[in-house]
T-cell receptor, first 116, second 115 residues
């Protein structure tokens, strides 16, 4: 079974600065999806960015970008020009394309605090 | 678009009571999931379904039951509620098909407290 590890329980960043959240995963599969979700205090699950494993190019969405290292099984999220609204819990998630059910497997999450 | 709708949003249960969390989606998705999220933790899979009439256990199925009689609905039943089932529950859905399947849509969550 796949596992997802987020080694940073909490991170802090100054407003307008850049922060990187770490994620590693374990799998024997070659094709899969990786996601970062944002969860504000309302607990809503908001998709931030997705990456297809077969794509070498790192995904970007405005101020959010990833560093996808397939061989190292690493998938970090970089937030540039941090804003107060970025403060939330962030989850890294893995989705198998081969395993029955195509379930999402989540990491434990990283709390991001943004200081003004 | 309604997307994935969960009801109720909040519920307080007494130990030993039973209840059903409702989930419906209007996107004609074939795959549906139930997750729970304990405080300060990630989401853990309870049950999932790959189509009407088909359900399977996830990582933490004990104390729960599901059914999938239609494509749209995927209710989660809690039997004999226990304090350990205090959690936020998320229903999610996705369409899996050739060249598709990279997005899972989540409901807004149902906050359940067992006292």
């Amino acid at each position: 079974a796949q596992t997802v590890t987020q080694s940073q329980p909490e991170m802090s960043v100054q407003e307008a600065e850049t922060v990187t959240l770490s994620c590693t995963y374990d799998t024997s599969e070659s094709d899969y999806y990786l996601f970062w979700y944002k969860q504000p205090p309302s607990r809503q699950m908001i998709l931030v960015i997705r990456q297809e494993a077969y794509k070498q190019q790192n995904a970007t969405e405005n101020r959010f970008s990833v560093n996808f290292q397939k061989a190292a099984k690493s998938f970090s999220l970089k937030i540039s020009d941090s804003q107060l609204g970025d403060a939330a819990m962030y989850f890294c998630a893995y989705r198998s394309l081969m395993e029955y059910g195509n379930k999402l497997v989540f990491g434990a999450g990283t709390i991001l605090r943004v200081k003004s | 678009n309604a997307g994935v709708t969960q009801t109720p949003k909040f519920r307080i249960l007494k130990i030993g009571q039973s209840m059903t969390l409702q989930c419906t989606q209007d996107m004609n998705h074939n795959y549906m999931y139930w997750y729970r999220q304990d405080p300060g933790m990630g989401l853990k899979l309870i049950y999932y379904s790959v189509g009407a009439g088909i359900t399977d256990k996830g990582e933490v199925p004990n104390g729960y039951n599901v059914s999938r009689s239609t494509t749209e609905d995927f209710p989660l039943r809690l039997e004999l509620a226990a304090p350990s089932q205090t959690s936020v529950y998320f229903c999610a859905s996705s369409y899996i098909g050739q060249f598709t399947g990279n997005t899972i849509y989540f409901g807004e969550g149902s906050w359940l407290t067992v006292v």
